[in-house]
């Protein structure tokens, strides 16, 4: 196992039993997230984020398949993982009538840090999470934002070398969104910590260096935000339509239209060349008398992506 | 009934005005103002974007609205009605459907609509013709007897929609419908609000989704209480934006980033923000011309290798950023 590698997992599974039916949370599941890389596990609710972290971190039992943590069994070796990885659970909620301080010397007890080290690590982070006026308020008085800064802080307080977030902006605001992720990017640029993080938010997968896109327990894609937004086929063009539903039934099944997508109330077609199939999609609408406005070459997004990547993966499954 | 498209006049309110005015709308909560002297009109068919951090004041406008709370000074009309006097009547046209989503667990999809009809005082004839309407217009086909605890997030959240529109409201307010609710129903939502607005309905929404923000006709950044911007999202882009963004490609974003959080911290390059995305940089700056070589030189000066640089168009979330934070919190959103 190579020390570049922080997390690893091998045709990872893990079923849960019911009374019933079996259900197969994830599914075969292979990820490799390099020393220093933020790595974002992304993938709507329920697609088995939750369940491949605890499994990670060994909180799981897994059913087959490989994990490690810098190279450390998930299974076997749950303490050398737990010294050295710092982990916030989704919908976390610390001691609410502890304060800022409190919080953070329990927290450094429990890692069995002597009360010496600290004062000195505690000041630190909090003042990287801009905390420090905040130190005597009870936690429960904290406003969304800086609770989930704090949490930040307090998984932080061994010196973990990888961190494993479930869903840590869940709630928050778009500030306080934006200030916990430019928080994020302090600590890799600054400290090159490994940052794995689940989250819903296709936007988020922005800021990460590389992406596993998670669905049904499988893992869809996994690359580079950039290289992911390349997956989708060909090109993307937006335009509103004054009749929605009828110019969404006429694109349908058009020649070098690959795929509809629909956007609030503008249509996202995926076209196989740009120019030919505008002058199509034009006369096309013009012949049925409806107007558009709008009409656009666009980037595709993450989410452009990763919907088109789930459409091709349950129209795969239909077919088997 | 519900696929019937108002006319302009059932759009409109009472005399043809818009059907949502506030004006100098504002509410006080002993010393603390938490709506101040806000003002704005949504169009006949409109969705609105109301937008802002938490605690910013979009619940307390919206509970304003809806006459569950009485403003402490300023006009308020939905419809034509004035919500504080006209509370009931004024009700029985408007739809309200909050982020928790308040649906009965212990019933099934179908029942949830049947009790919200009844408790909107349609009768029993007129509810069994309604329900399949909302039953279809929600996709719930063949959920229709799953008990709503049994329903997964989409779901739940086009049946509270369904219930929050049974007795066919004229308009709706939305509060934060798609929190926690995943990218692919998020969009089946918002084609949802589009096939009613395109119907004639007005729509306010809230959200803290800044791409959903991007699909409202026109949103208002309201922050500490103060309506801070209003426009089309293009319109805002080009008007409320403080700096523009600069886009970086280089092989060593984590040295390169720390290079640039350094002259931001000494004052050499007067930036607003610097934050890593993934394998790039954004840098918010006064003026992309001027700065783009600066930039650059800074970073070959170091070794750096300047793959790309170019000026970006900014999300409406850096410009949200840029219009509601205050310059005292700029330090913190930078970490230093």
């Known amino acids: ?320 | 009934m519900a696929n019937k498209p108002l006319t302009a006049e059932e759009s409109a309110g009472q005399n043809g005005d818009d059907p949502v005015i506030a004006e100098a709308l504002t509410k006080r909560f002993g010393e603390f103002i938490a709506v101040d002297r806000v003002s704005f009109h949504i169009h006949p068919g409109e969705v609105f974007g109301w937008l802002g951090p938490n605690g910013a004041g979009k619940t307390t406008t919206i509970r304003m609205l809806l006459g569950l709370i009485r403003p402490s000074a300023g006009k308020v009309r939905v419809l034509g009605f004035d919500p504080v006097t006209q509370t009931k009547v004024m009700q029985g046209h408007v739809g309200y459907m909050s982020q928790l989503f308040t649906l009965y667990n212990d019933l099934t999809a179908r029942e949830n609509i049947h009790f919200y009809g009844r408790v909107y005082g349609l009768s029993r004839k007129a509810l069994a013709l309604r329900q399949e309407e909302i039953i279809q217009m929600a996709g719930l086909e063949g959920r229709e007897d799953t008990l709503t605890a049994n329903l997964s997030g989409g779901w739940k959240q086009r049946l509270a929609l369904g219930c929050a529109i049974v007795h066919n409201p004229r308009v709706i307010f939305l509060d934060e419908p798609t929190a926690g609710v995943d990218a692919i129903s998020r969009r089946e939502f918002w084609g949802l609000i589009y096939a009613m607005a395109n119907k004639g309905t007005t729509i306010l929404v809230t959200t803290h989704y800044m791409d959903e923000a991007e699909l409202c006709q026109r949103v208002g950044f309201i922050n500490q209480g103060q309506l801070v911007a209003m426009g089309t999202p293009d319109e805002l882009k080009q008007t409320h934006m403080r700096g523009q963004v600069l886009e970086i490609d280089t092989p060593e974003p984590d040295r390169a980033v720390r290079l640039l959080k350094n002259a931001q911290a000494k004052g050499s390059l007067p930036f607003d923000e610097v934050a890593l995305y993934g394998a790039q940089i954004h840098v918010v700056v006064p003026s992309a011309d001027e700065f783009l070589g600066p930039v650059r030189k800074l970073l070959e000066s170091e070794a750096i290798l300047v793959s790309n640089i170019v000026w970006i168009m900014p999300t409406l979330e850096d410009v949200f950023i840029s219009t509601v934070r205050d310059p005292a919190e700029k330090a913190l959103l930078t970490g230093d």
């Not at chain 1, 012949?287 to 990763?306: D, K, L, T």
Request: glycine letters at 10%; hydrophobic letters at 40%; a positive charge.
């Open chain 1, 1 to 320: 196992m190579s020390v570049e590698v922080a997390i690893s997992t091998q045709g990872l599974v893990k079923r849960f039993k019911g009374h019933r039916s079996t259900v197969t949370a994830v599914d075969s599941v292979s990820l490799e997230v390099k020393r220093g890389e933020t790595f974002g596990l992304i993938g709507p609710d329920g697609a088995g984020k939750s369940t491949t972290t605890r499994v990670i971190l060994g909180l799981l039992r897994r059913d087959a398949g490989t994990s490690t943590v810098l190279g450390y069994d998930s299974m076997r070796d749950v303490y050398e993982i737990r010294e050295r990885t710092g982990y916030i659970a989704q919908q976390f909620t610390l001691p609410a009538d502890m304060t800022v301080l409190e919080n953070m010397r329990f927290f450094a007890d429990l890692h069995g840090i002597p009360r010496k080290l600290q004062k000195s690590s505690i000041a630190e982070l909090l003042k990287f999470a801009g905390l420090t006026e905040f130190t005597s308020r009870p936690a429960g008085r904290l406003s969304g934002g800086m609770k989930k800064k704090l949490a930040l802080a307090c998984s932080l307080i061994h010196k973990p070398q990888v961190v494993l977030l479930d869903e840590p902006t869940l709630g928050v605001d778009p500030v306080s969104r934006r200030e916990f992720w430019n928080l994020l990017g302090n600590l890799r640029a600054d400290q090159g910590l490994t940052i794995f993080v689940c989250t819903p938010y296709m936007d988020e997968a922005e800021r990460c260096n590389k992406v596993g896109l998670i669905y049904k327990g499988r893992l869809i894609a996994q690359d580079t935000p950039a290289a992911i937004k390349k997956m989708v086929p060909g090109h993307l063009i937006e335009f509103k339509p004054t009749k929605f539903e009828p110019a969404r039934q006429l694109m349908t099944g058009l020649p070098g239209i690959l795929e509809v997508q629909t956007y609030g109330a503008m249509l996202h077609l995926f076209v196989d060349e740009i120019e030919n199939r505008q002058k199509l999609i034009e006369s096309v609408l013009q012949g049925q008398g409806i107007a558009w406005s709008g009409m656009r070459v666009i980037e595709p997004r993450m989410e452009e992506a990763f919907i088109s990547l789930v459409k091709r993966q349950e129209a795969a499954d239909h077919g088997q």
